[in-house]
């Protein structure tokens, strides 16, 4: 994101005492509100219910695990006293002074509002001890990662947001949509994606007054609409092939904010968002089978055909791949991470030195024996591969690792599900559930499997995996698996 989140501390070694009249004034709305401050080691402390005040939000304490979350913005903070890690939605962040639990309160240090709330929340934060006050301006929103992918009849351009805004849509030219996104600004890790489907090219650039994103249509396509959708927060510009012009239409309202849990802690909400990850891709062929046949080629097709099935079921898909291009494979993981995915699917194929190898498997994670990592965790992952260097390396390895050892119990209940449903619709040799220490799996923070519909190697499953009868059958018994999975989910989680 350009943008500058910038820390004052002014006159440090003057610390004001504990009594100090402090204030929280949040720009440009215009609020202040009191804040409560401790001094510690010459370091002031705010109360965490002041800055939740402050945010328009609320905090919590959860006395049995002893951990606090500020939830402000539909973003969730989670942060334990005497740690300096607070868990943000999709990343874990150095507060650089830990956490204080002092007579039944909870208190955050300034990198608390600096490092954590104010990129999260798009907010410069200022913390100023000479005057006694701590500003937040909103910096508006940003614009994030655009993905198009494919759905039956349409091709989807996906537009993340931080914050919704005003937005204004039409089309001037023929085969062009353009948006504009006021106030906003893009953030520097979008990667455009060109030539799918309906759509030839989008293109994004920050212009006075916000982000004008163009959306350029290939042939074919005559018709569009744009949605606005929550969790996560995104625009979903949906290009069709109907006869006639393309219309200027009337941008929906957000649909209603689902009701947060009572539970502020609670390892999920549902399931509801599902991440397909077709192996391999790019300069990664995987194994060629007979005929020449490519792993990267099967597996798209695949997780094309299941994506499709679980659409129709009710879920909100996404793909780490939707083309032939290279993701690595830790990044597929971060993937699922950052879309706040409730499941992750890896579809592979297999290959063995021998043709008689056949059938298909279902993998999920096998735990590590080390201790896990005391550091606060996200609610469903949100971990990044590369986050910024602020632990050792080994500490950053055990909590990669880590992400998916919670979920263990629910991949393995998936897993199986999985498993029943195909050995019910397919014709292939049943390899069983199995387990796998693999980064495939190992840092996505969502229940996550890996399965496997067949060997290349082999003559009668590689050509079963080519047929789109048998990949749809395939597909339908996956979704079957996921919506009984949705389904007693609820009753394993109450």
Known sequence: ??????LVLALALLAPPASAAWRIVVEPQGRSVPARVVVRDGIPYI???????????????NPANRKAALIADDRRFVMSPGNSFVAVADRIVNMRRPALFEGGEFWVPPG???????????????????????????????VGDVVIEERSGSTVVTIGLSDWADIHVESHSSGAIDLFVQRAALADTVELVSSQG??????????QGGTSLMIETARGATTYRVERLDHPRRLEVIVEARAGSVPAPALR?????????????????GVEVVMIDPGYGGHETGTVGRGGVLAKDV???????LGAALQRRGFYVFMTRSSDSYVPLERRCELANL?????????????WISAAAAGF??????????????????RRGGLRYDHPSVLTRTEEALLWRNAQEQYVDESRVLARLVRGELRSALPSADRGVRTIAHTALEGCGMPAIVVSLGYLTSGGDSGRMQDEAFRQDAAGAIASALTAYRSGWKERNP
């Open 1 to 6: 994101m350009k943008r500058c989140i910038t």
């Open 47 to 61: 109360h965490l219910a002041d800055v939740a005040r402050a945010l328009g939000g609320s905090r919590h304490w």
């Open 112 to 142: 608390f509002l600096d490092e954590a709330v104010g990129p999260a929340l798009h907010l410069e934060t200022v913390v100023d001890l000479e005057v006694e006050r701590v500003t937040l301006r909103d910096l508006g929103p940003v």
């Open 198 to 207: 309906y759509v030839a090219r989008v293109s994004a650039r920050e212009r």
């Open 253 to 269: 309202e957000p649909k209603e904010l689902l009701a947060r849990p009572s539970d502020p802690f609670s390892t999920s909400e």
């Open 299 to 305: 597996t798209l097709e695949i997780a094309q055909d």
């Open 339 to 351: 879309a706040d995915a409730d499941v992750f699917i890896a579809i592979r194929c297999d290959a």
């Open 361 to 378: 498997q279902v993998q999920h994670y096998e735990a590590p024996r080390e201790a896990p990592l005391p550091v606060a965790l996200p």
